[in-house]
């Protein structure tokens, strides 16, 4: 499993805007679809946005129109803008990449390869 390492959590007011960072080794990451997933406390891991290699996005119903995922190949990483934060947005956000690099999907079992998470709180 290839280490992947998030930053830029933290807590901010509803309204407010977050933005993460993910890094993975340059070898590995180029021809892989990245995603970020989520996990609010006391619930189970639940998809957020996906990028292909070749910037095709896709969203949650639940953040589209709020949160932009983009990638800089040039510095190897991955990125989730977040804006309009709202409360049930808080949970434990994780980057993630697919077992086979060109397979995009919304299902957590069909990633294998996984960041440490960081933490996004959103007060009312």
């Known amino acids: 499993q290839v280490q992947l390492v998030e930053s830029g959590g933290g807590s901010v007011q509803a309204g407010g805007s977050l933005r993460l960072s993910c890094t993975a080794p340059?070898?590995?990451?180029?021809?892989?679809?990245m995603a970020w997933f989520r996990q609010p406390p006391g619930e189970e891991r639940e998809w957020v946005a996906n990028?292909?290699?070749?910037?095709?996005?896709y969203y949650a119903d639940s953040v589209k129109g709020r949160f932009t995922i983009s990638r800089d190949n040039s510095r190897n990483a991955v990125f989730l803008q977040m804006d309009s934060l709202k409360p049930e947005d808080s949970a434990r956000y994780y980057c993630?990449?697919?077992?086979?690099?060109?397979?995009?999907?919304?299902?957590?079992?069909?990633?294998?390869?996984w960041g440490q998470g960081t933490q996004v709180t959103v007060s009312s």
């Open positions: 993630a990449a697919p077992l086979r690099p060109l397979y995009c999907t919304t299902v957590t079992t069909d990633f294998g390869h």
């Open positions: 990028i292909r290699s070749g910037s095709l996005t």
């Open positions: 340059g070898n590995f990451y180029s021809d892989y679809c």
